[in-house]
T-cell receptor, first 110, second 113 residues
Framework: QKEVEQNSGPLSVPEGAIASLNCTYS??????FFWYRQYSGKSPELIMF????GDKEDGRFTAQLNKASQYVSLLIRDSQPSDSATYLC??????????FGSGTQLTVLP | DAGVIQSPRHEVTEMGQEVTLRCKPI?????LFWYRQTMMRGLELLIY????????DSGMPEDRFSAKMPNASFSTLKIQPSEPRDSAVYFC???????????FGNGTRLTVT
C-alpha cells in the first residue's frame, strides 16, 4: 500500500510570499508524483507532475523531487489570494490510479 | 469536450434507501475511477475500471457498495442500503492511462439522514 503524508496545515502566507508545501511517500519504487489543487466545494485539478529528481518549473509553480529522501514539494512564488485552496500530493499505481495525501490547506492573506 | 459528467450533483436520502450515482467519462479514456472524499479520510479510491472491466475493487468499503460499467461511456456506483456514514462527496475520474492525468467530475455530494 502506497502511503503519502502531508502536513494538513492550515498554512497561511501573506500575498506575494512563497508558499512551500511538502509531501513524503513510503514506496521507494514510486517514479512520478502529482500535485492537485482543490478549491472549496470543487473537484481536484492537476497543476503539476514531476518524474525526475530536481526541480520542475511551470509559471509561479515549482515542484521539487528528492527520491533519496522520498520527499516532494511544491513552491508557489508570488502567492495570490486566488491560490487559496487545498493542495493534494498524489502517487500513481500501476494503472495511474492515484493515492492521495490528506492535503494541505493554504490561505494567502491579502 | 464536456469533461467527466456526474449526476446527481446532490443527493439527500434516508438511511436504508438505495442510492445510485452516475458517471460519464471523457470519450476515449480507457480508465474510470470512483473516489470518495470525507474530512476524516480524505480522497479514497473505491474501485477502478479498465476498458469497462473492474480491475481493483479493494477500496469498496462493504458489500453494500457495488459498481458497474456496462459500456465505455457510462458507469454507476450503487449503495444499498445506504447508511449515514456513507455521507461524503463521491468523485468519478477518467484517464487515458499511462502518463496522462486523471480528470475529475464535479462530484456528487451524498447526505444520508
Amino acid at each position: 500500500q502506497k502511503e503519502v503524508e502531508q502536513n494538513s496545515g492550515p498554512l497561511s502566507v501573506p500575498e506575494g510570499a512563497i508558499a512551500s508545501l511538502n509531501c513524503t511517500y513510503s514506496d521507494r519504487g514510486s517514479q512520478s508524483f502529482f500535485w492537485y489543487r482543490q478549491y472549496s466545494g470543487k473537484s481536484p485539478e492537476l497543476i503539476m507532475f514531476i518524474y525526475s529528481n530536481g526541480d520542475k518549473e511551470d509559471g509561479r509553480f515549482t515542484a521539487q523531487l528528492n527520491k533519496a529522501s522520498q520527499y516532494v514539494s511544491l513552491l508557489i512564488r508570488d502567492s495570490q489570494p486566488s491560490d487559496s485552496a487545498t493542495y493534494l500530493c498524489a502517487v500513481p499505481g500501476s494503472a495511474r490510479q492515484l493515492t492521495f495525501g490528506s492535503g494541505t490547506q493554504l490561505t494567502v492573506l491579502p | 469536450d464536456a469533461g467527466v459528467i456526474q449526476s446527481p450533483r446532490h443527493e439527500v436520502t434516508e438511511m436504508g434507501q438505495e442510492v445510485t450515482l452516475r458517471c460519464k467519462p471523457i470519450s476515449g479514456h480507457d480508465y474510470l475511477f470512483w473516489y470518495r472524499q470525507t474530512m476524516m479520510r480524505g480522497l479514497e479510491l473505491l474501485i477502478y475500471f479498465n476498458n469497462n472491466v473492474p480491475i481493483d475493487d479493494s477500496g469498496m468499503p462493504e458489500d453494500r457498495f457495488s459498481a458497474k460499467m456496462p459500456n465505455a461511456s457510462f458507469s454507476t456506483l450503487k449503495i444499498q442500503p445506504s447508511e449515514p456514514r456513507d455521507s461524503a462527496v463521491y468523485f468519478c475520474a477518467s484517464s487515458q492511462g499511462g502518463d496522462s492525468p486523471l480528470h475529475f467530475g464535479n462530484g456528487t455530494r451524498l447526505t444520508v439522514t
